[in-house]
């Protein structure tokens, strides 16, 4: 036991350096997701591993909070509403960070192929420095990095809170009902990523309404059909 405590507190005290020191890279999130996972090896919880990287079923899917009030580039303001039929890609992202600007390639390649088949993309720029917040530099980090689709702010962390974020960056795709069925934080897992980006694209509205009427049973709710039906 006494082990397991010594190392457990050598764990976070690295951790706390790592974060120190990885603050003016716009990089301590990440570092921090990188040691923790060896934390369950000494008796530590993590609890959130079991959240991400599934894809989650449509009757088990949860509905994805709103979109907070901010200044959109490369878009008028949407909201999720609107964009209900299409299959939407939120990406919590700062420009100032590293790991965000290496899953671009992926992201815009994401945007390139399947924008025209119902996938929009979202990138919620969340700052980690104040310098981050400046609204001239977020459009011009937009503009250099080639970056076409919506991007919205969120200076204060609104949206960043309401979808329990922890991390730069961090993905999320939600199905044509609006509802969350993957979560990815960090780098990697591209080609997973687009694989549920092609499975909610095929999902047929048809099969999503569905799910809803299950869903509406097995709460108790009444599902009235019509003569049409």
Partial sequence: MK???????????????TIFAG????????????????AASFGLDDTSAAARDEFIPARS??????????????????TLDSLRGRVVLVEFWTFGCYNCRNTLPSVKGWDARYRDK????????????GGE??????RERVRALGIRYPVVTDNEFETWRAYGVEA???IVVLDKQGRIRWTHIGEGRYDETESVIQKLLAE?????????????????????????E
Wanted: glycine share 8%; proline share 5%.
């Fill in 61 to 78: 899917a949860a509905r994805a909070p709103a979109l907070a009030a901010g200044t959109w580039i490369n878009s008028a303001p949407l």
């Fill in 118 to 129: 119902g996938l929009t993309i979202i990138g919620v720029h969340t700052p980690e420095s």
């Fill in 23 to 38: 603050a003016r890279r716009g990089s301590y999130g990440m570092a921090v997701l990188k040691l923790m996972p060896h």
């Fill in 204 to 228: 047929g509205d048809k099969t999503a309404a569905n799910s809803d009427a299950s869903a509406e049973s097995q709460a108790g709710l009444q599902v009235v059909k019509t003569n049409d």
């Fill in 3 to 17: 082990k397991q405590t010594l190392l457990a507190t050598a764990i976070m005290l690295a951790t706390v350096l």
């Fill in 133 to 138: 917040k400046n609204l001239a530099a977020v």
């Fill in 168 to 170: 730069w960056p961090t």
